[in-house]
């Protein structure tokens, strides 16, 4: 079975600019996450997906940051302006069904944003 | 606010040896979940073993078992006849009913290096 997949692996940019990572989650599965991972840190929840509704984006920081799920299947995190605190590894995964302690999530190998 | 602590920022421990990691928590919530999570130097990460809170019995998953002491909120990681590819990060998490879809709260993680 394929994993999520996840591109671009790296990506540099200036402050200010624009950025936007894709992901693609196991197929058939409901529920999709996007995650940020500042170096020595655990991830943080940004934003939660059930199929194409969004069901939790409390830590989004919505004046900058913007998420869309496609047909309920493959989601674009963007970036608009970037800060340099935005540098970090944003990582999506995925679960089968909906959100809860028993139902696994499986991680993308995550983007590494770099903002000079 | 749920918080989670990993004491031991790095850790070594020689192969065929045994090893734990630390982990506490901080909650008033009576039902809650506990994980380990495993994220190797590719950052794909995955779950090692969970834990429910309602459950006495310490969870175990081959080479890898909990000790959970709830009254003490401690939920150590023990890893029994370790490989070299038990190298990685280490990330505690914790996630309870109310946590708004079963948020996911990650400690900051331990980096543990098996040595040959």
């Known amino acids: 079975e394929a994993g999520v997949a996840q591109s671009p692996r790296y990506k540099i940019i200036e402050k200010r600019q624009s950025v936007a990572f894709w992901c693609n989650p196991i197929?058939?599965?409901?529920?999709l996450y996007w995650y940020q991972q500042i170096l020595g840190q655990g991830p943080k929840l940004l934003i939660q997906?059930?199929?194409?509704?969004?069901?939790?984006d409390s830590q989004l920081p919505k004046d900058r940051f913007s998420a869309e799920r496609l047909k309920g299947v493959d989601s674009t995190l963007k970036i608009q302006p970037a800060k340099l605190e935005d540098s970090a590894v944003y990582l999506c995964?995925?679960?089968?069904?909906?959100?809860?302690?028993?139902?696994?999530?499986?991680f993308g190998p995550g983007t590494r944003l770099t903002v000079l | 606010a749920q918080t989670v602590t990993q004491s031991q920022p790095e850790m070594s421990v020689q192969e065929a040896e045994t090893v734990t990691l630390s982990c506490t928590y901080d909650?008033?919530?009576?039902?809650?979940?506990l994980f380990w999570y495993k994220q190797p130097p590719s950052r794909q990460m995955i779950l090692v073993i969970r834990?429910?809170?309602?459950?006495?019995q310490n969870a175990t998953e081959n080479r890898f078992s909990v000790n959970f002491q709830k009254a003490a909120k401690s939920f150590s990681l023990k890893i029994s006849d370790s490989q070299l590819g038990d190298t990685a990060m280490y990330f505690c998490?914790?996630?309870?009913?109310?946590?708004?879809?079963?948020?996911?709260?990650f400690g900051k993680g331990t980096k543990l290096s098996v040595i040959p």
């Open positions: 834990q429910e809170a309602y459950k006495q």
């Open positions: 998490a914790f996630t309870h009913p109310g946590a708004g879809s079963y948020q996911l709260t």
């Open positions: 995964a995925s679960s089968l069904g909906l959100a809860g302690p028993y139902n696994e999530q499986f």
């Open positions: 997906f059930q199929n194409n509704g969004v069901v939790d």
């Open positions: 197929s058939g599965h409901a529920t």
């Open positions: 909650t008033s919530e009576s039902n809650y979940y």
